[in-house]
């Protein structure tokens, strides 16, 4: 039997469903994935005035501040993406969000008006920031949040599950999982892009927020007439992955391959795929 449940967390509604053989076993194995998913928003919403994130954009620039286990798994992965992209990927973007009304300032955040995730200092469980910076780590936190959520499942010993955290999703079992996303051009209307058996897939376009991806370092909009959506081993790097195809799909081609990873472009009518063998144009139809 399968059992779905959906709450709203990190600023979307994540969807949760669990095939086993009992109800009250699914039910409550479905309720520890969402108290994984909890802890995970009130460590690192950008949107809350009390979270752990909120904390450090606070602080971070007079000083070390001392992180949770989660949230400094979550920093040691960002700056590794970032590091892996050359700065395609960069959490620092947030000051650009907060300038633009996108995101909330909360009371003490400094000026922002730069991005360098190279001003981002992390040793070990403590961060500070050499420059005055705030850090977005929306994404890939709704990403690591999906992955917890689904290894509380596996360990919960369901007989498969899927995660959806707003186009962030994961999934384990059988059958298969259709990965749907909506065309650019025609939002309300989706194509099947590929099929999930053990695995995670992301997806960032525009469709209705226009300036909600910018380029990292020259400010400009992303995906305005596209979606990029990324299929990975996990879905903090697929959502991560998703940012860097995104900013610069040829030098992106390099960063998917040492993630064993791989994209979908959907721009227009068409669609681009980047595998083993680089990128390559695609019908529509074909794109699983």
Same mark, same amino acid.
């Given at each position: 039997?399968?059992?779905? #449940?959906?709450?709203?967390?990190?600023?979307?509604?994540?969807? /949760?469903?669990?095939?086993?053989?009992?109800?009250? @076993?699914?039910?409550?194995? /479905?309720?520890?994935?969402?108290?994984?998913?909890?802890?995970?928003?009130?460590?690192?919403?950008?949107?809350?005035?009390?979270?752990?994130?909120?904390?450090?954009?606070?602080? =971070?620039?007079?000083? +070390?501040?001392?992180?949770?286990?989660?949230?400094?798994?979550?920093?040691?992965?960002?700056?590794?993406?970032?590091? =892996?992209?050359?700065?395609?990927?960069?959490?620092?973007?947030?000051? +650009?969000?907060?300038?633009?009304?996108?995101?909330?300032?909360?009371?003490?955040?400094?000026?922002?008006?730069?991005?360098?995730?190279? =001003? /981002?200092?992390?040793?070990? &469980?403590?961060?500070?920031?050499?420059?005055?910076?705030?850090? &977005?780590?929306?994404? /890939?936190?709704?990403?690591?949040?999906?992955?917890?959520?689904?290894?509380?499942?596996?360990? &919960?010993?369901?007989?498969?599950?899927? !995660?959806?955290?707003?186009?962030?999703?994961?999934?384990?079992?059988?059958?298969?999982?259709?990965? #749907?996303?909506?065309?650019?051009?025609?939002?309300?209307?989706?194509?099947?892009?590929?099929?999930?058996?053990?695995?995670?897939?992301? @997806?960032?376009?525009?469709?209705?927020?226009?300036?909600?991806?910018?380029?990292?370092?020259?400010?400009?909009?992303?995906?305005?007439?596209?979606?990029?959506?990324?299929? =990975?081993?996990?879905?903090?790097?697929?959502?991560?992955?998703?940012? !860097?195809?995104?900013?610069?799909?040829? #030098?992106?081609?390099?960063?998917? $391959? $040492?993630?064993?990873?791989?994209?979908?472009?959907?721009?227009?009518?068409?669609?681009?795929?980047?595998?083993?063998?680089?990128?390559?144009?695609?019908?529509?139809?074909?794109?699983?």
């Amino acid at each position: 039997m399968m059992v779905r #449940r959906a709450q709203p967390w990190l600023g979307t509604l994540v969807e /949760i469903a669990a095939e086993g053989t009992d109800s009250a @076993t699914l039910n409550a194995a /479905i309720q520890r994935a969402f108290e994984r998913v909890a802890v995970v928003h009130a460590t690192m919403s950008f949107q809350s005035a009390d979270s752990a994130l909120t904390h450090v954009n606070q602080r =971070a620039q007079t000083g +070390w501040v001392a992180l949770s286990p989660d949230l400094a798994a979550v920093f040691a992965a960002a700056l590794g993406f970032a590091r =892996a992209s050359d700065g395609l990927f960069d959490p620092s973007v947030a000051g +650009w969000l907060v300038a633009s009304g996108q995101l909330p300032r909360h009371p003490d955040f400094p000026d922002a008006p730069r991005t360098d995730w190279r =001003a /981002i200092e992390l040793d070990g &469980d403590r961060v500070r920031f050499v420059a005055s910076l705030l850090v &977005d780590l929306s994404g /890939i936190a709704k990403g690591y949040a999906v992955d917890g959520a689904l290894a509380s499942l596996r360990t &919960d010993g369901v007989h498969a599950a899927t !995660v959806n955290a707003g186009g962030d999703l994961a999934h384990f079992g059988e059958p298969a999982l259709p990965v #749907r996303v909506r065309l650019p051009h025609a939002p309300t209307r989706t194509v099947q892009l590929a099929a999930l058996r053990d695995g995670a897939a992301a @997806t960032s376009a525009s469709y209705f927020q226009p300036d909600a991806l910018r380029h990292p370092a020259r400010g400009h909009r992303l995906c305005t007439h596209a979606s990029v959506t990324v299929l =990975a081993a996990d879905c903090m790097t697929a959502d991560a992955l998703t940012k !860097v195809v995104a900013a610069d799909a040829t #030098r992106a081609q390099r960063v998917l $391959a $040492a993630y064993a990873a791989h994209a979908v472009v959907l721009d227009g009518k068409r669609a681009s795929r980047c595998d083993a063998d680089g990128w390559h144009d695609l019908p529509l139809e074909q794109a699983a």
